[in-house]
């Protein structure tokens, strides 16, 4: 693999995990010049995978931001994404959305089985929200946590079931109720950011609950 490549699959990793970023940011992540780093956009934009849109500040020049377009997005995988679509909508048509929601509730405690192994050692909040990160980033997910106030953020910078999703929200539902059941009754789970609402990724922030306040 030459390094021209490696070059230009770092700067769609950076804008992946940190969102639209200006020039000499992606510059510095990337450890060159800013000259140097244009030319690695600019390539990347030529093939369709980066755009760059001008932001004003205040005075002075405005600002080049630079994003991935939807087939720069598309460089990240989704997990077989065309045959679970089929699949999906196969069972819809032949079995009955009754049938679909059992294979998401299978899903669903599946993953819930895993999340609650991965985090079961833990005793604070921010352990177990650490752990499900980790299985969540082993998955495909880009997970990280951000400390937020009293809480955290659980950030996952891609959806590798996006496609699927898509396709039956029932997906996203399950993911949502999981969280909730594997940090437990006394803390509270909520989804700020959703790829599926047009934001750039999914969010969750989570936190200790608070007394007569129900989770949304």
């Known amino acids: 693999m030459n390094n021209n490549f490696q070059e230009n699959e770092k700067a769609l990793l950076i804008l992946k995990s940190k969102g639209p970023q200006p020039l000499a940011v992606v510059a510095e992540a990337l450890g060159i010049t800013v000259e140097g780093a244009r030319f690695q956009l600019l390539k990347l934009a030529n093939e369709g995978l980066l755009q760059a ?3 004003s500040k205040g005075k002075g020049r405005p600002q080049q931001i630079w994003s991935l377009t939807k087939l720069g997005h598309c460089r990240f995988p989704d ?3 065309e045959l679970t679509v089929r699949l ?7 079995l009955g959305p009754e049938a679909l929601q059992q294979v998401i509730e299978s899903s669903k405690k599946t993953s819930l089985d895993k999340y609650l192994q991965a985090t079961g050692s833990e005793n604070t909040l ?3 929200i650490n752990k499900l990160a980790e299985a969540r980033d082993a ?3 880009m997970a990280c946590v951000e400390k937020d106030g009293d809480g955290y953020m659980l ?3 891609h959806c590798p079931i996006c496609v699927a999703a898509e396709v039956c929200q029932g997906f996203c539902t399950a993911e949502l109720e999981t969280f909730r059941t594997v940090m437990g009754k006394d803390t509270q789970v909520k989804r700020v950011e959703h790829l599926l609402s047009g934001a750039r990724r999914c969010a969750y922030r989570i936190s200790p609950a608070q007394p007569g306040k129900a989770e949304h």
């Open 79 to 81: 997990s077989h994404a």
């Open 155 to 157: 950030i996952e910078n």
């Open 53 to 55: 849109t001008s932001v």
């Open 126 to 128: 921010e352990g177990k």
């Open 88 to 94: 999906i909508n196969s069972i819809r048509d032949t």
């Open 139 to 141: 998955e495909g997910y």
